[in-house]
T-cell receptor
Framework: KAGVTQTPRYLIKTRGQQVTLSCSPISGHRSVSWYQQTPGQGLQFLFEYFSETQRNKGNFPGRFSGRQFSNSRSEMNVSTLELGDSALYLC????????????FGPGTRLTVT | GIQVEQSPPDLILQEGANSTLRCNFSDSVNNLQWFHQNPWGQLINLFYIPSGTKQNGRLSATTVATERYSLLYISSSQTTDSGVYFCAVDNYGQNFVFGPGTRLSVLP
């Protein structure tokens, strides 16, 4: 079974721009979660989608948004990029039941200049 | 929300040594996982262990849910074990809270 894939792997953007990151979960998994990792704040939960609905949301500003498609692929969008948005963005998939085991993708490393 | 602590923050070992990493959490959990983050940032699943004991080769883990801690044991460490080890928990909220990690360096 193929693992979680994320595209692109690396991205450089300018402050004020917007960016869209993509995540394809493991086949059959219906839940996709997004996390941000920075040296100062560690790994923080952004949001989780299940069957195209946002089921849970972390404590991030509205500039961070996401969506999930009917094939369970998910995208996250960050608008009006700030320097502090530079981070490793990790996507995780799980079957969706409770409790669950999460499997992580390789991440997208975003640099904002 | 739930708080997660990991100790020690840093650990330096000689190849072949054994180590124990600890994860404390502040509330009851229905999910706990241990991960190893490699130098490229990939989080690799080590154990899914909300309670009990599991072993996988040189690694084993124990979670005592009633006392709110989990331990990760690494025996006969190898240089490839180097990296950051994270504990992550979920207390019925459908999202993981990660600990700050333990950075392990195994010297040849």
């Amino acid at each position: 079974k193929a693992g979680v894939t994320q595209t692109p792997r690396y991205l450089i953007k300018t402050r004020g721009q917007q960016v869209t990151l993509s995540c394809s979960p493991i086949s059959g998994h219906r839940s996709v979660s997004w996390y941000q990792q920075t040296p100062g704040q560690g790994l923080q939960f952004l949001f989780e989608y299940f069957s195209e609905t946002q089921r849970n949301k972390g404590n991030f500003p509205g500039r961070f948004s996401g969506r999930q498609f009917s094939n369970s692929r998910s995208e996250m969008n960050v608008s009006t990029l700030e320097l502090g948005d530079s981070a490793l963005y990790l996507c995780a998939s799980s079957p969706g039941g409770v409790p669950y085991e999460q499997y992580f993708g390789p991440g997208t490393r975003l640099t904002v200049t | 929300g739930i708080q997660v602590e990991q100790s020690p923050p840093d650990l330096i070992l000689q190849e072949g040594a054994n180590s124990t990493l600890r994860c404390n959490f502040s509330d009851s959990v229905n999910n706990l996982q241990w991960f190893h983050q490699n130098p490229w940032g990939q989080l690799i699943n080590l154990f899914y262990i909300p309670s009990g004991t599991k072993q996988n080769g040189r690694l084993s883990a124990t979670t005592v849910a009633t006392e709110r801690y989990s331990l990760l044991y690494i025996s006969s460490s190898q240089t490839t074990d180097s990296g950051v080890y994270f504990c992550a928990v979920d207390n019925y909220g459908q999202n993981f809270v990660f600990g700050p990690g333990t950075r392990l360096s195994v010297l040849p």
